[in-house]
């Protein structure tokens, strides 16, 4: 459904990522790649967003480099600049989704995606809402009690990347900002979302996730 483009970074360099599109009268959603890359599960979750009517775009943060390997995958997110992925390449989505939409842009993303989704939050202007799935991001790069826009969390309760005490610090870090989130905790694994990884998919889960993300998003795109 969705083809691969180039968009214009704040700095005047160009991104590339995979565009699914729903129509120009149609809000947008970035969507930020687990630490495989800009693989096929997560441009056929752009193209599930297109389908569900919303312009889709999931930039390309490792510059082509995709791998089914954890370790290959550790180095990649290991070597990725953080703070030039939110405020250039992510920064640089939502723009472009602003300009091809008539419509208010999302960030969504899961596990590196998810804690980018957060820096995003903190740090990007523009946005209207977030949706994490099982990330968090240091601290001190971008701390959840500085997030002022609608936030939903989806996490796993037998997670020990995101552990159930991280996600009670987010809640209550967001909370004691005064801005509550809207969390939801699984009977599941990390990476729950993932039809790929058949060791931790959970359909059952994941599919309740996504119907509770789609109604946070109509609720704040509209």
Same mark, same amino acid.
């Given at each position: 459904?969705?083809?691969?483009?180039?968009?214009? $970074?704040?700095?005047?360099?160009?991104?590339?990522?995979?565009?699914?599109?729903?129509?120009?009268?149609?809000?947008?959603?970035?969507?930020?790649?687990?630490?495989?890359?800009?693989?096929?599960?997560?441009?056929?979750?752009?193209?599930?967003?297109?389908?569900?009517?919303?312009?889709?775009?999931?930039?390309?943060?490792?510059?082509? $480099?995709?791998?089914?390997?954890?370790?290959?995958?550790?180095?990649?997110?290991?070597?990725?600049?953080?703070?030039?992925?939110?405020?250039?390449?992510?920064?640089?989505?939502?723009?472009?989704?602003?300009?091809?939409?008539?419509?208010?842009?999302?960030?969504?993303?899961?596990?590196?995606?998810?804690?980018?989704?957060?820096?995003?939050?903190?740090?990007?202007?523009?946005?209207?809402?977030?949706?994490?799935?099982?990330?968090?991001?240091?601290?001190?790069?971008?701390?959840? =009690?500085?997030?002022?826009?609608?936030?939903?969390?989806?996490? =796993?309760?037998?997670?020990? @990347?995101?552990?159930?005490?991280?996600?009670?610090?987010?809640?209550?870090?967001? $909370?004691?900002?005064?801005?509550?989130?809207?969390?939801?905790?699984?009977?599941?694994?990390?990476?729950?979302?993932?039809?790929?990884?058949?060791?931790?998919?959970?359909?059952?889960?994941?599919?309740? =996730? @996504?119907?509770?993300?789609?109604?946070?998003?109509?609720?704040?795109?509209?």
């Amino acid at each position: 459904m969705g083809h691969m483009i180039e968009f214009k $970074r704040p700095d005047a360099s160009t991104c590339r990522g995979y565009l699914a599109g729903a129509g120009k009268d149609k809000p947008g959603v970035v969507v930020i790649q687990e630490w495989w890359g800009l693989n096929d599960q997560i441009c056929g979750v752009a193209d599930r967003f297109a389908r569900a009517g919303y312009n889709a775009l999931a930039p390309d943060l490792f510059q082509g $480099r995709v791998t089914q390997e954890p370790d290959e995958a550790s180095h990649l997110m290991s070597g990725l600049d953080f703070p030039g992925a939110t405020h250039q390449d992510i920064r640089g989505a939502i723009d472009h989704l602003r300009g091809v939409s008539s419509g208010k842009v999302a960030a969504m993303g899961f596990c590196m995606g998810g804690a980018l989704s957060i820096a995003a939050a903190v740090h990007v202007p523009n946005l209207a809402a977030v949706v994490c799935f099982y990330g968090l991001p240091p601290q001190e790069f971008a701390d959840p =009690a500085n997030i002022r826009i609608p936030f939903q969390g989806h996490f =796993a309760k037998r997670d020990d @990347w995101v552990t159930p005490a991280a996600v009670d610090a987010l809640e209550s870090a967001m $909370r004691g900002s005064g801005n509550p989130p809207e969390l939801y905790r699984y009977d599941a694994d990390h990476a729950f979302f993932n039809e790929r990884r058949a060791d931790v998919y959970a359909a059952d889960n994941a599919n309740l =996730a @996504w119907e509770r993300m789609l109604a946070f998003l109509a609720r704040q795109l509209s």
